[in-house]
Nanobody, 116 residues
Framework: QVHVVESGGGLVQPGGSLRLSCASS????????MSWYRQAPGKERELVAG????????NYADSVKGRFTISRDNAKTTVYLQMNSLKPEDTAVYYC?????????WGQGTQVTVSS
């Protein structure tokens, strides 16, 4: 059975940091491209950061470049999103995604709220 579980969200002040985690099981983690998406109220889900190759190449949304960093630990079957210098516009539900070919797995999401 596939499990994709995000954690680490919460309320943080502008300029603060959070580290999201996505623990996965039930599939061959190391062969999947892992990504983080987010969805703010009234907006479409958007790609925040992701691995574009199994070798570790990454891409980021322009709005988070230089502030967010995606990483993965294949031994722990976990992907992380380090978020620094957070802004109110980063407020959203953050989702973890695993993709291989046409197969996609999603987590349930974790809420990130940036507010003073």
């Amino acid at each position: 059975q596939v499990h994709v579980v995000e954690s680490g969200g919460g309320l943080v002040q502008p300029g603060g940091s959070l580290r999201l985690s996505c623990a996965s099981s039930g599939f061959t983690f190391c062969s999947y491209l892992m990504s983080w998406y987010r969805q703010a109220p009234g907006k479409e889900r958007e790609l925040v950061a992701g691995f574009t190759t199994i070798g570790g190449s990454t891409n980021y949304a322009d709005s988070v470049k230089g502030r967010f960093t995606i990483s993965r630990d294949n031994a722990k079957t976990t992907v992380y999103l380090q978020m620094n210098s957070l802004k109110p516009e980063d407020t959203a539900v953050y989702y973890c995604n695993a993709r291989r070919g046409l197969t996609r797995y999603w987590g349930q999401g974790t809420q990130v709220t940036v507010s003073s």
